[in-house]
């Protein structure tokens, strides 16, 4: 199984700020995902972080509000941009290895 | 595209009773299916999944789920439930072994004692 890590583990931030969010896995991988959990309902896939090439967004979401960075095999970072309270989530990373899904434990964000 | 509904936004079992999570999904090219579940501020879990081959499924935890193509559903079950089985429940969809799936509203199973 592929063993995944994030930072922070939660955060509380004022509206207008910034905050990045680093995920980290203990092997390589092709394919790392970012998912957005709102409070009360389901995982909603924000993009697909592909090393070596931009970000691939789903509809709804841009690179000016969720920027991406995949520097390398094992690693990703979200930054949430410009943060209001609707932002208010938990954000996750996933990977896809072993022909299965692997989820990190998710930050919990709170914006006042 | 992709769709999952799952049936029951919360479903109340009383402990050792059979636990059933409905899930239908809609996917124009043959589908894998996920059952996903999530413990209180805690991540995800793989349940199990199906991808091709044998209908039934087994997963962890005593488990299972069977696909059914003619109704398009994948529905959870276990046959005597646990107080450890209270959590929230994801039904998923995937045109791929796994990543960039398209996840139900999710079922929150409460135990009974």
């Known amino acids: 199984s592929a063993v995944i890590s994030q930072k922070p583990s939660r955060d509380i931030c004022q509206r207008g700020t910034s905050l990045t969010i680093q995920c980290q896995v203990d092997?390589?991988?092709?394919?790392m995902f970012w998912y957005r959990q709102q409070p009360g309902q389901s995982l909603t896939l924000i993009a697909t972080?592909?090393?070596?090439?931009?970000?691939?967004?789903e509809s709804g979401f841009v690179i000016d509000k969720f920027p991406i960075s995949r520097p390398n095999l094992t690693f990703s970072t979200l930054t949430v941009s410009n943060m209001s309270p609707e932002d208010s989530s938990i954000y996750l990373c996933?990977?896809?290895?072993?022909?299965?899904?692997?989820f990190g434990p998710g930050t919990r964000l709170t914006v006042l | 595209a992709q769709s999952v509904t799952q049936l029951g936004s919360h479903v109340s079992v009383s402990e050792g009773a059979l636990v059933l999570l409905r899930c239908n999904y809609s996917?124009?090219?043959?589908?894998?299916l996920f059952w996903y579940v999530q413990y209180p501020n805690q991540g995800l879990q793989l349940l199990l999944k199906?991808?091709?081959?044998?209908?039934l499924v087994k997963g962890i935890n005593g488990f299972e789920a069977e696909f059914k193509k003619s109704e398009t559903s994948f529905h959870l079950t276990k046959p005597s439930a646990h107080m450890s089985d209270a959590a929230e429940y994801f039904c998923?969809?995937?045109?791929?072994?796994?990543?960039?799936?398209?996840f139900g509203d999710g079922t929150t199973l409460t135990v009974k004692p």
């Open positions: 199906y991808t091709t081959g044998a209908t």
């Open positions: 996933s990977v896809d290895t072993y022909n299965e899904q692997f």
């Open positions: 998923a969809v995937s045109n791929t072994n796994a990543g960039k799936s398209t």
């Open positions: 092997s390589q991988v092709t394919m």
């Open positions: 972080a592909n090393q070596g090439s931009e970000a691939t967004y």
């Open positions: 996917s124009s090219v043959p589908p894998y």
